[in-house]
């Protein structure tokens, strides 16, 4: 029998990571592989040998030579703690191209990215863009290449991940997923994501809100169907599928879509039930509000993430890896009300 894949995997003790690892762990009836996780303080790596995972110290994601050094001694690294760090990326790319070049054996990168790179910028009206984006049907690659260099920091990582993997001749696969929701199933943390923002930003103005006219559109997905997908993903690349790759190995994950304004909807109806608010009519949260509250005063970031267009569809993973997303519309407003109790408890 030959010996088990190495799979490393980045962001373990966050939402995502933490998820998808929980998921590997449970998904590895056959030993089909073996699990690696860096990690930055002795009691995450503790918690994660006790679930049968072998914990690697790393200082940050700036520790560029111990993150190389890891990827080159794992056949897979699934990179789920920055869609932001260029250099994190690099350093596994690197790290996985060391160990292809020194064993002749094919190594994988998926790295995490976001589908605010797609956004538009709806409020200022500076760039209006309410396509949906397949990635079958569309070059994502080329649309990403296309966007100037200001555009956003996800999509200079991901063009920088295409060009490292072709230079290296390491199998990259970029997974951009929408608004996420649902618990984590991680050992580190539940999770938050833009429901809890647009929620905590309506706790401050006692006011369910939106930013601008709220007509922007996002697709969700839920987190057991994302750590699916990349269950999926990876059983693909053990089980020697051919996979797009590299300009064409982006894959979507989305399972419908809502608006912002009935996010804040969902939000103020739930509020007001609970004595929160007085008033369930969804008002204005300023750009730069907004910006101040989660991105250092940044309106373009706030603009993208929390009231523009970004629309996907997730056509690779339904055609190419089989995925059946479970969990639709009637999951996420029922997230909406928990993450709005549990938000209004907390302050309590
Ligand atoms: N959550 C969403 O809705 C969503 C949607 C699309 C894309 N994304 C992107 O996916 C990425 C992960 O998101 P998440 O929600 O899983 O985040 P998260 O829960 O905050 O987890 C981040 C993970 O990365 C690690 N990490 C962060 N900065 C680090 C650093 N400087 N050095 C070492 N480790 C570091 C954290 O380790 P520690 O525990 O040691 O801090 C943690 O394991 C982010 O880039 C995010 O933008 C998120």
Excluded at 48 to 67: C, E, H, Q, S, Y
Excluded at 105 to 131: A, C, F, M, Q
Excluded at 148 to 154: A, E, G, L, R, Y
Excluded at 182 to 205: D, E, I, N, P, Y
Aim: proline fraction near 4%; hydrophobic fraction near 40%; include cysteine.
């Amino acid at each position: 029998m030959s010996d088990p894949t190495g799979i490393l995997v980045l962001g373990a003790t966050g939402y995502i990571g933490g998820s998808i690892l929980t998921e590997l762990i449970d998904r590895n009836a056959e030993d089909r592989y073996v699990l690696s996780a860096l990690v930055r303080k002795p009691y995450q790596a503790s918690i994660l040998a006790d679930a049968g995972v072998n914990p690697l110290i790393f200082k940050d994601l700036d520790d560029f030579d111990v993150i190389r050094k890891a990827a080159k001694d794992h056949d897979i690294v699934i990179a789920a703690a920055s869609a932001r760090h260029n250099d994190c990326a690099r350093a596994c790319i690197l790290g996985l191209g060391d160990r292809a070049k020194s064993s002749g054996k094919e190594t994988h990168y998926v790295h995490i990215s976001g589908t605010s790179n797609l956004g538009d910028w709806p409020v200022t009206g500076e760039r209006i863009d309410t396509k949906i984006h397949s990635d079958v049907d569309d070059d994502i690659f080329e649309i990403e290449k296309n966007f100037p260099d200001s555009h956003s920091p996800v999509r200079d990582v991901d063009l920088a991940v295409v060009d490292a993997g072709e230079k290296e001749g390491v199998k990259t696969y970029i997974v951009p997923p929408p608004l996420i929701f649902g618990r984590g199933t991680g050992s580190f943390t539940l999770g938050v994501g833009q429901v809890h923002m647009m929620t905590q930003l309506a706790l401050k103005k006692k006011q369910p809100v939106m930013l601008g006219t709220g007509s922007g559109i996002w697709n969700r997905v839920h987190i057991l169907d994302l750590t699916d997908l990349f269950t999926l993903l990876v059983r693909a690349i053990l089980d020697g599928k051919p996979l797009p790759t590299g300009k064409t190995g982006y894959y979507f994950v989305e399972n419908g879509f809502q608006t912002w304004r009935s996010i804040s909807q969902g939000i103020g109806k739930a509020g007001k039930e609970l004595g929160a608010f007085d008033t369930e009519e969804v008002g204005e949260v300023t750009m730069q509000e907004a910006a101040d509250e989660f991105y250092n005063g940044s309106l373009r970031h706030a603009e993208g993430v929390l009231a523009s267009n970004s629309r996907t569809k997730a056509d690779k993973a339904r055609q190419i890896l089989g995925w059946q997303p479970k969990y639709g519309e009637q999951t996420f407003l029922e997230e909406v009300e928990e993450v709005v109790a549990a938000m209004i408890e907390e302050q309590a």
